[in-house]
């Protein structure tokens, strides 16, 4: 962890300004002229810009100079991007109902442990099993007309061979052996239609099966049961929406974080970085994640872009819950056990010489020497916005770096900075 900034002032009190002492001026000529009253003006014009360009001075660079120091200091460095986002099993599996029906019983509650396969609600099968006995009539009956078919084809099959013989003989007409020919094919053609038709009523009988079937709501994996929204008696309609029953989680000690990152932060953010988070119920805990997926759907809420990282973290212990809330960040660079120093040193300025340096590279910052500030020069490396990282630097170890500087109304002079 940053350990804090220990801050400290140093008054500092130069000597006051020499006095100025106000030379006497030579008595005017008794007899004026016109160009003596201009020279007089611009006399009296210059002691005027004179008088206040004292002033200024004083009031500008007068008055004592309380400078504001740190210590430079060894630790780590972290660049990291923060958000807020909600914990969620890996997998939740929805499970709803296929038919409609009153719910007859219910096996699992909250928190219940299933198995794949497991009943965990009954609707109640009776209408259901009433259309899979009508089917399975139908499909009896439909058998049996086959049978009847198939006994009139072998009458028809007789009869025609008789009556094929007779016309040979010409014992019989013609027509007669058409006739017997005519009535053999329809018994034969009756024959497949009654095939046919015990094909359709095993189809129905089928799909009368399977709504029976589906009167059993079975888990379809195995896990925990985090939510169940149906009650004992209720009445559930599948006509038009399948009802949500239950949510089942897969598994629990492996859950992610789905975090909300604006667009700005968006693009330094890669599948890999760690993150860490902390959840309300545990605020002295730290969660450590591995960022999993960066999603690239866009969430639009009131002109604000947002982007779903999704952290993945072990919960071995269970003690992440679905739906906590998580204060997210994640890693994107850091470094450990390196010289660094407040970040708010490296943008202090002396106040005189702001102007000079407005525009330019911030190469330097400013050391606390023997009671006057030392611009140092040097090569700034990572910054987490609390510290920079000093990469090279003319620093010594007891060094103190100025963050900032007052001054007081004292009229005394500035120390002029040592660059």
Same mark, same amino acid.
């Given at each position: 962890?940053?350990?804090?900034?220990?801050? %400290?002032?140093?008054?500092?009190?130069?000597?006051?300004?020499?006095?100025?002492?106000?030379?006497?001026?030579?008595?005017?000529?008794?007899?004026?002229?016109?160009?003596?009253?201009?020279?007089?003006?611009?006399?009296? %014009?210059?002691?005027?810009?004179?008088?206040?360009?004292?002033?200024?001075?004083?009031?500008?660079?007068?008055?004592?100079?309380?400078?504001?120091?740190?210590?430079?200091?060894?630790?780590?460095?972290?660049?990291?991007?923060?958000?807020?986002?909600?914990?969620?099993?890996?997998?939740?599996?929805?499970?709803?109902?296929?038919?409609?029906?009153?719910?007859?019983?219910?096996?699992?509650?909250?928190?219940?442990?299933?198995?794949?396969?497991?009943?965990?609600?009954?609707?109640?099968?009776?209408?259901?099993?009433?259309?899979?006995?009508?089917?399975?009539?139908?499909?009896?009956?439909?058998?049996?007309?086959?049978?009847?078919?198939?006994?009139?084809?072998?009458?028809?099959?007789?009869?025609?061979?008789?009556?094929? /013989?007779?016309?040979?003989? =010409?014992?019989?007409?013609?027509?007669? +052996?058409?006739?017997?020919? =005519?009535?053999?094919?329809?018994?034969?053609?009756?024959?497949?239609?009654?095939?046919?038709?015990?094909?359709?009523?095993?189809?129905?009988?089928?799909?009368?099966?399977?709504?029976?079937?589906?009167?059993?709501?079975?888990?379809? +994996?195995?896990?925990?049961?985090?939510?169940? =929204?149906? !009650?004992?008696?209720?009445?559930?309609?599948?006509?038009?929406?399948?009802?949500?029953?239950?949510?089942?989680?897969?598994?629990? !000690?492996?859950?992610? +974080?789905?975090?909300?990152?604006?667009?700005?932060?968006?693009?330094?953010?890669?599948?890999?970085?760690?993150?860490?988070?902390?959840?309300?119920?545990?605020?002295?805990?730290?969660?450590?994640?591995?960022?999993?997926?960066?999603?690239?759907?866009?969430?639009?809420?009131? =002109?604000?872009?947002?982007?779903?990282?999704?952290?993945?973290?072990?919960?071995?212990?269970?003690?992440?819950?679905?739906?906590?809330?998580?204060?997210?960040?994640?890693?994107?660079?850091?470094?450990?056990?390196?010289?660094?120093?407040?970040?708010?040193?490296?943008?202090?300025?002396?106040?005189?010489?702001?102007?000079?340096?407005?525009?330019?590279?911030?190469? /330097?910052?400013?050391?606390?020497?023997?009671?006057?500030? +030392?611009?140092?020069?040097?090569?700034?490396?990572?910054?987490?916005? %609390?510290?920079?990282?000093?990469?090279?630097?003319?620093?010594?170890?007891?060094?103190?770096?100025?963050?900032?500087?007052?001054?007081?109304?004292?009229?005394?002079?500035?120390?002029?900075?040592?660059?």
């Amino acid at each position: 962890m940053n350990k804090p900034v220990e801050l %400290s002032s140093v008054r500092t009190e130069p000597p006051a300004p020499t006095a100025l002492v106000a030379q006497p001026q030579p008595a005017a000529p008794t007899t004026t002229h016109p160009r003596n009253y201009w020279l007089i003006g611009s006399l009296v %014009s210059l002691a005027a810009l004179a008088a206040v360009g004292i002033v200024w001075w004083l009031s500008s660079a007068g008055g004592t100079v309380q400078y504001t120091t740190a210590p430079v200091t060894k630790g780590a460095i972290i660049r990291a991007v923060t958000a807020t986002g909600t914990v969620n099993p890996v997998l939740t599996i929805i499970v709803g109902t296929y038919v409609s029906g009153v719910i007859q019983d219910l096996s699992c509650d909250y928190n219940t442990q299933v198995k794949r396969g497991q009943v965990c609600a009954k609707i109640d099968p009776r209408p259901y099993q009433t259309v899979v006995d009508q089917n399975k009539a139908n499909l009896a009956a439909a058998k049996a007309q086959v049978e009847k078919s198939k006994v009139g084809l072998v009458y028809a099959q007789l009869t025609y061979d008789r009556m094929a /013989r007779l016309g040979q003989t =010409n014992a019989v007409s013609k027509d007669a +052996v058409d006739n017997a020919k =005519n009535l053999f094919d329809q018994a034969r053609a009756q024959v497949g239609v009654d095939e046919a038709d015990i094909a359709l009523h095993e189809a129905q009988l089928a799909t009368a099966q399977v709504n029976l079937d589906y009167t059993s709501i079975a888990s379809p +994996v195995d896990g925990t049961v985090v939510s169940r =929204n149906v !009650t004992m008696g209720q009445t559930v309609a599948a006509s038009f929406q399948t009802p949500t029953l239950f949510l089942i989680a897969t598994d629990l !000690t492996k859950m992610q +974080v789905d975090t909300n990152v604006s667009e700005s932060d968006i693009g330094d953010i890669k599948e890999g970085n760690k993150a860490l988070f902390t959840v309300d119920a545990y605020p002295k805990r730290s969660f450590e994640g591995t960022v999993s997926q960066v999603r690239q759907s866009p969430q639009t809420v009131q =002109n604000v872009v947002t982007y779903d990282v999704v952290v993945s973290v072990d919960n071995p212990d269970l003690a992440l819950k679905p739906g906590m809330t998580a204060a997210n960040r994640v890693i994107l660079d850091q470094r450990k056990d390196v010289l660094r120093v407040p970040s708010q040193a490296l943008r202090y300025t002396p106040n005189g010489l702001r102007n000079a340096t407005a525009g330019k590279a911030e190469t /330097r910052l400013w050391a606390l020497r023997d009671g006057k500030p +030392v611009a140092i020069p040097i090569v700034a490396g990572l910054d987490d916005d %609390s510290f920079a990282e000093i990469v090279k630097a003319d620093l010594k170890p007891d060094d103190r770096v100025i963050v900032s500087e007052q001054r007081d109304a004292a009229k005394t002079s500035v120390p002029r900075p040592r660059l």
